[in-house]
């Protein structure tokens, strides 16, 4: 099967135009159902139009996780998104078969994802295998790194960290990102630009306890240059020493002070750029994360909710909070 094994849909439905409350309660209602309706497509669907260009083509990889052998088909964003392709997805990753996406264009026409393959760089990625949530602090607290743009969670423990870019070719962010794994103790064989991420919305049969994979959406809507990360040369070695694994404010401060500093750092909601999901976000990381009441979240949040566009009245952000303390995922007391 090829990628002309599916016929073209031009009416592939847009996960970013959808009410995103609608996909939250589709994914709680989705994680408690049996193998046989694992995935989400809509999950899928919105990070592949989320990450890539509408132009963009990309690569598809399914691998089985009892033989090792993969299957890989190339073709265009919408191509990706079509119905009968995530059916297709969602078909073998329900016969335990792993699913990944490039984070990186390939060109047009492109028959494999090698390095001469790649049309444009859109991501710098960082492959944290242990301790997601303590490697996160620390690349918060760095004044040379942009906030991530989204952070996969593909197993306990473990994420695919990303940074929307763009003026990036092959060699400097290779280099960039063999820097930043070296930093974290991150997993340095995750550094080509032919990297592929696990896909949002399916699960992961690597474990015997298969993990749901999921995203973080943070800051989208900001697209970074290299002039934003820490200048590599070409001539300089990368450092093998691991940046000292650290959480400024551990000790320091209370909960509540900790979730003001984070949620200075972190942009407001705005309406038409994921302004409802980034909310439930925040909700989920202030007040789960932080193990805070809802009336001490409410508090903390007040500034950050008067900068979004438009701010949430009293009742909505309550709302959301009880939501976010009630259905979230982040583990309690994560980011103390």
């Given at each position: 099967?090829?990628?002309?094994?599916?016929?073209?849909?031009?009416?592939?439905?847009?996960?970013?135009?959808?009410g995103?409350?609608?996909?939250?309660?589709?994914?709680?209602?989705?994680?408690?159902?049996?193998?046989?309706?694992?995935g989400?497509?809509?999950?899928?669907?919105?990070?592949?139009?989320?990450?890539?260009?509408?132009?963009?083509?990309?690569?598809?990889?399914?691998?089985?996780?009892d033989?090792?052998?993969?299957?890989?088909?190339?073709?265009?964003?919408?191509?990706?998104?079509?119905?009968?392709?995530?059916?297709?997805?969602?078909?073998?990753?329900n016969?335990?078969?792993?699913?990944?996406?490039?984070?990186?264009?390939?060109?047009?026409?492109?028959?494999?994802?090698?390095?001469?393959?790649?049309?444009?760089?859109?991501?710098?990625?960082?492959?944290?295998?242990?301790?997601?949530?303590?490697?996160?602090?620390?690349?918060?607290?760095r004044?040379?790194m942009?906030?991530?743009?989204?952070?996969?969670?593909?197993?306990?423990?473990?994420?695919?960290?990303?940074?929307?870019?763009?003026?990036?070719?092959?060699?400097?962010?290779?280099r960039?990102?063999?820097?930043?794994?070296?930093?974290?103790?991150?997993?340095?064989?995750?550094?080509?630009?032919?990297?592929?991420?696990?896909?949002?919305?399916?699960?992961?049969?690597?474990?015997?306890?298969?993990?749901?994979?999921?995203?973080?959406?943070?800051?989208?809507?900001?697209?970074?240059?290299?002039?934003?990360?820490?200048?590599?040369?070409?001539?300089?070695?990368?450092?093998?020493?691991?940046?000292?694994?650290?959480?400024?404010?551990?000790?320091?401060?209370?909960?509540?002070?900790?979730?003001?500093?984070?949620?200075?750092?972190?942009?407001?909601?705005?309406?038409?750029?994921?302004?409802?999901l980034?909310?439930?976000?925040?909700?989920?990381?202030?007040?789960?994360?932080?193990?805070?009441?809802?009336?001490?979240?409410?508090?903390?949040?007040?500034?950050w909710?008067?900068?979004?566009?438009?701010?949430?009245?009293?009742?909505?952000?309550?709302?959301?909070?009880?939501?976010?303390?009630?259905?979230?995922?982040?583990?309690?007391?994560?980011?103390?």
């Amino acid at each position: 099967m090829d990628h002309t094994d599916f016929r073209s849909d031009s009416s592939c439905r847009d996960g970013l135009r959808r009410g995103l409350s609608q996909d939250l309660v589709r994914f709680q209602r989705s994680w408690g159902r049996v193998m046989l309706r694992a995935g989400s497509i809509n999950e899928a669907e919105m990070f592949l139009r989320t990450s890539l260009e509408s132009d963009d083509w990309t690569a598809l990889l399914l691998k089985n996780c009892d033989t090792g052998e993969p299957a890989q088909r190339i073709g265009s964003v919408a191509w990706a998104c079509s119905d009968p392709v995530q059916e297709w997805l969602l078909e073998r990753n329900n016969t335990r078969h792993s699913v990944y996406a490039n984070v990186n264009a390939l060109a047009s026409g492109a028959r494999s994802r090698r390095r001469g393959d790649i049309a444009a760089v859109r991501h710098v990625f960082l492959d944290v295998d242990r301790d997601a949530n303590e490697v996160l602090l620390q690349l918060e607290s760095r004044s040379d790194m942009p906030p991530p743009s989204y952070v996969v969670h593909t197993s306990p423990g473990r994420a695919h960290v990303l940074w929307r870019v763009r003026g990036f070719d092959t060699p400097a962010v290779e280099r960039l990102q063999k820097q930043l794994a070296a930093d974290v103790d991150g997993d340095l064989a995750a550094t080509s630009v032919t990297q592929m991420t696990r896909l949002p919305g399916f699960w992961n049969h690597k474990y015997s306890d298969p993990y749901r994979v999921w995203i973080d959406y943070r800051d989208v809507c900001r697209v970074f240059t290299p002039e934003e990360f820490p200048s590599i040369a070409p001539s300089e070695p990368i450092s093998s020493e691991p940046v000292a694994r650290r959480c400024v404010w551990r000790g320091r401060r209370a909960p509540t002070d900790r979730a003001v500093i984070y949620l200075s750092r972190v942009p407001p909601a705005v309406t038409g750029h994921h302004g409802d999901l980034r909310t439930f976000q925040t909700c989920c990381r202030v007040v789960r994360g932080f193990a805070l009441t809802v009336d001490e979240a409410f508090g903390v949040l007040a500034e950050w909710n008067a900068r979004c566009e438009p701010p949430w009245t009293e009742r909505e952000l309550r709302e959301k909070i009880r939501s976010a303390r009630r259905n979230g995922r982040e583990p309690i007391g994560g980011l103390l």
